[in-house]
């Protein structure tokens, strides 16, 4: 699977299934309460100082996967390979960075991680961006 289509369409696909909860989360309900439960921070909920750095971290998170979104898309109507290769290796980048510190945690042993299922998942873009930033092919 050398087509940087193929790859970006995988990548694009797998954070918009990463993104859901933080969307999730910032609606409120169930998903909200789930998430400071696992946070394990003592009296997070009953703090309305600590719920509104929370809302914002949430916020900037969205807008982060969006971000991630619209360079995706944006790469898949890329037609010069040199440039397909260079948004696959700062698109990898950029996706490890995101991605580096729920490994740092879970290697730790912290909770401030998601479930393992996801972060698996997160190597899948990494591994296919940088990938095809080396051995791409532009498919006629």
Do not use: C
């Not at 990898?92 to 995101?98: K, P, T």
Request: charged fraction near 15%.
């Amino acid at each position: 699977m050398k087509s940087f289509k193929n790859i970006f369409l995988l990548s694009l696909i797998i954070d918009l299934i990463s993104f859901l909860p933080i969307f999730l989360v910032y609606n409120g309900g169930e998903m909200r309460d789930m998430m400071i439960e696992s946070m394990g921070i003592e009296g997070l909920s009953q703090s309305i100082e600590g719920m509104a750095v929370m809302d914002t971290m949430v916020f900037v998170f969205g807008f982060i996967g969006a971000g991630y979104v619209a360079s995706l898309v944006y790469a898949l109507r890329l037609k010069d390979l040199s440039a397909l290769k260079a948004a696959a290796f700062i698109l990898g980048i950029v996706h490890l960075a995101w991605t580096l510190p729920d490994f740092v945690n879970f290697a730790t042993g912290s909770t401030g991680h998601p479930p393992l299922a996801f972060m698996i998942l997160s190597l899948v873009p990494i591994a296919g961006l940088f990938y095809v930033s080396k051995n791409g092919e532009i498919k006629s």
